[in-house]
Nanobody, 126 residues
Framework: QMQLVESGGGLVQAGGSLRLSCAASGRTFSSYGMGWFRQAPGKEREFVAHITRTGSTTYTDSVKGRFTISRDNAKNTVYLQMNSLKPEDTAVYYC????????????????????WGQGTQVTVSS
């Protein structure tokens, strides 16, 4: 089992920034691709970003140029730097881990991820 714990969420004004962190334990973190998803009230959980074991990244179109996913294998942590936040970014953000390789749109399906965190709330006020 891998345990994932997100942190860094909060309330921010539109145009502001937040950095989310996801600390992993229980498995060899460097062997896993890591993703961020989000779920707004009344909506399906949607893909945000993914980073492979070797650092290649994929983003959903709505966050390209504003969000950056990164990882620190020495700290067993994946990050999501979120800039120029918009009210429509308001959601619970989840990190997830997958052992099987993916690239591009192949990374955006929830079913490909074996482990999930409990989520952290991000609220962007207008």
């Amino acid at each position: 089992q891998m345990q994932l714990v997100e942190s860094g969420g909060g309330l921010v004004q539109a145009g502001g920034s937040l950095r989310l962190s996801c600390a992993a334990s229980g498995r060899t973190f460097s062997s896993y691709g890591m993703g961020w998803f989000r779920q707004a009230p009344g909506k399906e959980r949607e893909f945000v970003a993914h980073i492979t074991r070797t650092g290649s990244t994929t983003y959903t179109d709505s966050v390209k140029g504003r969000f950056t996913i990164s990882r620190d294998n020495a700290k067993n942590t994946v990050y999501l730097q979120m800039n120029s936040l918009k009210p429509e970014d308001t959601a619970v953000y989840y990190c997830a881990a997958r052992l099987n390789y993916c690239s591009g749109s192949g990374c955006d399906q929830r079913q490909g991820y074996a482990y999930w965190g409990q989520g952290t709330q991000v609220t962007v006020s207008s």
